[in-house]
């Protein structure tokens, strides 16, 4: 089985992803989603054929990050910037395997992806595993959440949309930082712009500690935090 990768060797030691997989990225609004698809993106697109889908309702944000990355669409990676339903979305991965025999299809917000052709969160979850499967493709999605900001409950919403259940491999995102109060930051309680990063299947099951990446403002992306010795 061809294997795909993240770019962080503390995510890959732990995170196999293969063709063939759907793996989830949970997490609540505004704590990362979008910056760690295209982070992985900008740290792969030398090494794995790439399809980003966006489907979020401001566009340009996504865009706008990648072009800090200086990612641009080339022989390694191709940009889909508008909305789809199951049918168009199962033509243009096809189209650009045959054309471009692409590993991996990144679908950012795919909340909202099957709201007129899916009536229910496990016929939408099906779907996209359905796709991997024939098509041989690693099929990544980022999923938002509204669940109380504590580590276990960031599961909620994920299995109640079953993405639990289809999903092969579950990331969800915390960020401490963004619910700590100022003096906690200050006192070194909380490190600032520090996400924890799990990698689950479920909440009985866990396949990997908290991995720490940090979060840069200036290029809206995530980097490996540099070991002490």
Excluded at 61 to 72: D, G, T
Excluded at 110 to 116: C, E, K, W
Aim: aromatic share 10%; with cysteine.
């Amino acid at each position: 089985m061809d294997r795909i990768y993240t770019g962080f060797e503390s995510l890959d030691k732990h995170l196999k992803i293969y063709k063939g997989d759907l793996v989830v990225i949970g997490a609540r609004p505004v704590i990362g989603k979008t910056c760690l698809m295209c982070s992985m993106i900008e740290k792969t697109i030398d090494k794995q054929k790439t399809l980003f889908f966006t489907m979020q309702t401001n566009m340009h944000k996504a865009i706008e990050r990648l072009h800090l990355l200086n990612v641009k669409e080339n022989d390694n990676f191709y940009l889909y910037d508008n909305f789809v339903d199951y049918e168009e979305l199962l033509l243009i991965i096809a189209e650009h395997k045959i054309k471009y025999d692409i590993d991996v299809v990144f679908i950012d917000n795919a909340v909202d992806l099957f709201n007129n052709t899916c009536h229910s969160e496990v016929e939408t979850t099906v779907k996209l595993k359905r796709i991997a499967e024939r098509l041989n493709v690693a099929v990544i999605i980022a999923d938002g959440h509204k669940s109380t900001y504590k580590r276990r409950s960031c599961y909620i919403d994920l299995r109640h949309k079953s993405l639990i259940k289809y999903a092969d491999k579950i990331i969800t995102i915390n960020r401490p930082d963004k619910t700590a109060t100022e003096k906690a930051i200050r006192d070194g309680l909380v490190e600032n712009g520090v996400a924890e990063i799990r990698i689950d299947k479920d909440m009985e099951e866990y396949f990997s500690p908290w991995i720490n990446l940090k979060f840069d403002n200036n290029s809206l992306t995530f980097n490996e935090i540099p070991k002490t010795s």
